[in-house]
């Protein structure tokens, strides 16, 4: 027994390694640009400002992406170095084009001096000339395709020669992109695309820091508005897991007992009336038994009588309250949304009861028992109960992820800002650090409920044996 839950552990460990592999790479590939995520009042010419720089380095973008990279003889190893994720996309494609980085990188390096020159343009110059300037070599530093580098370029080259001073300051860093330019479109080193490259960074690097701090609680930095992810999802969680315990708990007390008292029943009016039932609970969808319930019980639009249960929130008690008085006075408007969550289950639970206990109640050494003259009560409950378990376990074991998944519809119309919203809302906001933080999480409690349901199926029926079960 220990050695096999030695090697499950040695196997969750890895597997979890590797579901952080996954979800950390998803994040490095993920849509739209970690800094800029969440500030709009940055324009486009934000990118290498003083201000990104600042907040790609407190993300940890500076840093390389895993502790090796395997590439072509022509990309760079420094890549990483540099912090926009467009400009960094123009550089990987110029590479890719002439395989020449040396080439490549003066050429940026001469298009990024022009762009802090124009930063630096005499006041005396009217806007009128400097702005289209601007405009022109902000968009050049992020073009990659020749067709279009050769039209700005040209553009760029006649709205400088508009103003004479504008030439003046200008002429000599405009004729350094062109001159950079045109010794990387003439010198290609297209061969070194097709030679392999091994580069070691060490161990400072994104995926070792974001994951070494994944196990000591450090969830990383939100997307949105730079908090820590645990400062986000912590309240959230709470409150998620308040309510999916509650109702995990509601759900198999009311359906364990249906699911064995139908089996005993096998085939009579119980059995067919809790299973008709129970399915017609199943069927109802859950946003709309929310809504009639927030509808007919918690207002007195229908007659004093309906305004049972207190009404949407979790309360108006300020958080500065004692911690008690403020869950007292949420735990009253939890009751319905831990209903709506609850009823869906029921009738999962208890068919899988009912079908494991006629499996057990089969069994020869049940009409052993029977036999020997024990009650019926002594039967079902000492001998067949435990052995009947197992697919109650199995469904246990699958609850633990579901502790801390939420639900969106739930907790939108009873509004309580769970798991399931802040998911929701991370998404839409592309704040992949929360999103990929909750995935991991629910990836550790799948892991931790499978371990726990090994342990159970041995207490279940000690004849459960593990010793030479091969892996």
Known sequence: MFRYLLKRVLIAGFTLWVISLVAFFLTSIAPGDAVMCGREEWSEDAYGSIDYEISAKRL????????????????????????????????????????????TERYHHSIENCWSKIAS?????????????????????????????????????????????????????????????????????????????????????????????????????????SRPVIDKIKWSLWWTVVMSIAAIILAFLIA?????????QHGKIFDRWSGAILFLLYSLPSFWVATLMVVFFTTAEYGEWTNIFASIGLGQLSSSAPFWDRFWEAANHLIL?????????????????RGGMITVLRQDYIRTAKAKGLSQTQVIWKHAFRNGLFPIITLFANAFPAAVGGSVVIEVI????????????????????????????????????ILIADLCYVWADPRVTFENRKL
């Open 60 to 103: 940890g973008l500076d840093k390389p992406l895993f502790y090796f990279s395997l590439h072509s003889l022509s990309h760079p190893d420094t890549l990483h170095r540099y912090l926009s994720k467009d400009k960094k996309e123009s550089l990987t494609n110029l590479v890719a084009q002439y395989g020449n980085w040396e080439a």
């Open 121 to 225: 343009l005499s006041d005396t110059i009217p806007s009128q000339f400097v702005n289209p300037v601007r405009n022109t070599c902000g968009d050049l530093r992020f073009q990659y395709k020749d067709n279009k580098i050769v039209a700005f370029l040209t553009k760029l080259e006649i709205q400088i020669a508009k103003d004479a001073a504008l030439a003046a300051q200008l002429g000599n860093e405009f004729k350094a992109i062109q001159s950079s330019y045109q010794t990387l479109t003439d010198n290609p080193t297209r061969w070194k695309l097709y030679v392999p490259s091994l580069a070691w960074h060490g161990f400072d690097n994104q995926y070792h820091n974001w994951f070494s701090g994944f196990l000591s609680g450090d969830f990383g930095i939100s997307c949105t508005d």
């Open 256 to 264: 364990i007992p249906i699911g064995v008292y139908a089996a005993t």
């Open 337 to 353: 949304p831990i209903l709506c969550i609850t009823y869906p289950a029921l009738a999962v639970i208890s068919r899988q009861m």
């Open 414 to 449: 009873f509004n309580i800002h769970g798991m399931g919203l802040t998911t929701f809302n991370a998404i839409n906001a592309q704040d992949w650090p929360v999103v990929y933080a909750i995935m991991m999480l629910g990836a550790v409690l799948t892991i931790l409920g």
